[in-house]
Nanobody, 119 residues
Framework: QVQVVESGGGLVQAGGSSRLSCAAS????????MGWFRQAPGKEREFVAS????????NYADSVKGRFTISGDNAKNTVYLQMNSLKAEDTGVYYC????????????WGQGTQVTVSS
């Protein structure tokens, strides 16, 4: 079973940058895709970004387009989320997850990492 561990985040000032990492227990290329999600206090978990390994295509939520970049390092079995121009509304717990094939939902959720943006 795939396991992932997120790291990075912390307290960041508005307008600042931060990079999250997600280390997978299997070769990232063996999964169909990996994604980042986040959950703000009192809100449901929402999609942030994803990367599909077959063609390295990426997808972003409208709220982060142009500010966040998802990338992967298959040699390290790690996915990154570079977050720039952070806003207070980016605050939340960020989760990494994997998707085993086109028809599967995201699973193998990590424990999450807190990102707090101070305004």
């Amino acid at each position: 079973q795939v396991q992932v561990v997120e790291s990075g985040g912390g307290l960041v000032q508005a307008g600042g940058s931060s990079r999250l990492s997600c280390a997978a227990s299997v070769r990232t290329f063996s999964t169909y895709a990996m994604g980042w999600f986040r959950q703000a206090p009192g809100k449901e978990r929402e999609f942030v970004a994803s990367i599909r390994w077959s063609d390295l295509s990426t997808n972003y939520a409208d709220s982060v387009k142009g500010r966040f970049t998802i990338s992967g390092d298959n040699a390290k079995n790690t996915v990154y989320l570079q977050m720039n121009s952070l806003k207070a509304e980016d605050t939340g717990v960020y989760y990494c997850a994997t998707r085993t094939n086109y028809y599967a939902k995201y699973g193998a959720w990590g424990q999450g990492t807190q990102v707090t943006v101070s305004s």
